[in-house]
């Protein structure tokens, strides 16, 4: 029996976690996306498009004393009373867990079938940032909507014309004495 999972185009700040029921040695090539561009998880996602610089596999010894949980609120800042509940049951898987977050399904629309050796333990949501906007009171950020330029901006133009023309004129006097010698 696989899970169902539908993943949205404009889907921002969310960490899918799952546990990988394959033995030590499996694990990388099951992972790992081949040259020829086989990769047994993202057909055992049912994904049609994964990123691989997003997909972290957490082999769970490497944690040492961390818990899983931690790893997640450090790496992922994984919060929230549904996270709060799962923390048990997250501290207490053995071998590897695969975390996927958003940007692992490539903003593409597709719902996912997860099938053996990928069992779906849970899914987090990011802390949304808090949105404040104070407005920027400077000279520069008043700007100034239509009049001529000002004078720095008049002077720099000018310049600029004055270097291509006289760039223009040599360039015309080096051709014609070519052309005198030969």
């Known amino acids: 029996m696989s899970t169902s999972i539908h993943i949205n185009s404009s889907e921002r700040g969310v960490i899918r976690v799952f546990h990988i029921d394959l033995p030590r040695e499996a694990v ?4 790992t996306q081949a ?6 998880l993202q057909y055992a996602l049912g994904a049609k498009s994964l990123r691989a610089a997003f997909v972290d596999t957490i082999d769970i010894r490497d944690l040492g004393d961390m818990p899983l949980s931690q790893y997640l609120i450090n790496a ?3 919060n929230g009373s549904d996270f709060a509940a799962m923390r048990p ?4 898987l053995k071998g590897f867990v695969l975390v996927l977050p958003s940007q692992a399904f490539n903003h593409t629309e597709q719902d996912l079938a997860i099938a053996t050796p990928l069992r779906w333990v849970g899914t987090f949501n990011e802390p949304k940032a808090a949105m404040s906007a104070t407005p920027i009171r400077t000279a520069s950020a008043k700007g100034s909507i239509g009049g001529a330029p000002t004078g720095n901006v008049a002077q720099s133009n000018t310049a600029l014309w ?3 023309g006289l760039f223009a004129v040599i360039s015309v006097g080096i051709i014609a004495a070519k052309i005198m010698l030969n």
């Open 76 to 78: 992922h800042d994984v």
């Open 35 to 40: 040259g020829t561009g086989e990769w047994p």
């Open 162 to 164: 004055v270097a291509l």
């Open 89 to 92: 049951r997250l501290d207490a």
């Open 28 to 31: 990388e090539r099951f992972t």
